[in-house]
């Protein structure tokens, strides 16, 4: 006897609903990465977008090279299962362009973001993204210099806080 999981209608609705847009929020080990790959695969079969429409954004590396994999071989179980001619039309396209969607860590879709108009956010078109380490250190270097400013500034928040 199979068990239907709670949340059978947030699956559901990841899959197949496409009139809004979805933030998937959950631990780890709970079926977020089969769920946006299902969606994905649904909604090139069903030809509401193409692969260089899809966005499917992680927060690892490994969950976007897992996420892509798992596109590719649902892209793949669809064919065998599916007799509509159209739909096999879609999925061989979906399969054929599946590097052209984004799918990738929120890290690496702003970068491009940015890469696309650097000047339009104020950047030098030769910006690098700072290694955790570095950007960490920054971090703690711009809290530091805050935190001291407020302590000058009569005490400020920080001697209210304390």
């Known amino acids: 006897m199979s068990r239907i999981p709670i949340d059978q209608a947030v699956r559901d609705a990841a899959k197949e609903d496409f009139e809004r847009s979805l933030a998937l929020e959950a631990a780890a080990g709970t079926g977020k990465t089969g769920a946006l790959s299902r969606r994905v695969v649904s909604a ?4 509401r977008v ?3 429409q899809v966005a499917a954004i992680t ?3 490994k969950a976007a090279g897992e996420l892509q994999v798992r596109i ?3 892209l793949r179980s669809q064919l065998e299962e599916t007799s509509d001619p159209a739909v096999v039309d879609r999925l061989w396209a979906g399969l054929a362009e599946l590097e052209q969607a984004s799918i990738s860590t929120i890290h690496a879709f702003c970068e491009g973001l940015l890469r696309e108009e650097p000047f339009g956010a ?3 078109p ?6 955790p380490t570095e950007a960490g250190l920054i971090f ?3 809290w530091s210099t805050w935190e001291d400013e407020e302590w000058r500034k009569d005490q400020g928040d920080l001697g209210r806080l304390c």
């Open 50 to 52: 193409r692969m260089h």
């Open 59 to 61: 927060f690892t590396r």
């Open 72 to 74: 590719r071989k649902q």
């Open 140 to 142: 703690e270097e711009a």
């Open 126 to 131: 030769a910006f690098r993204v700072m290694e």
């Open 122 to 124: 104020g950047l030098d």
């Open 44 to 47: 090139i079969a069903l030809g």
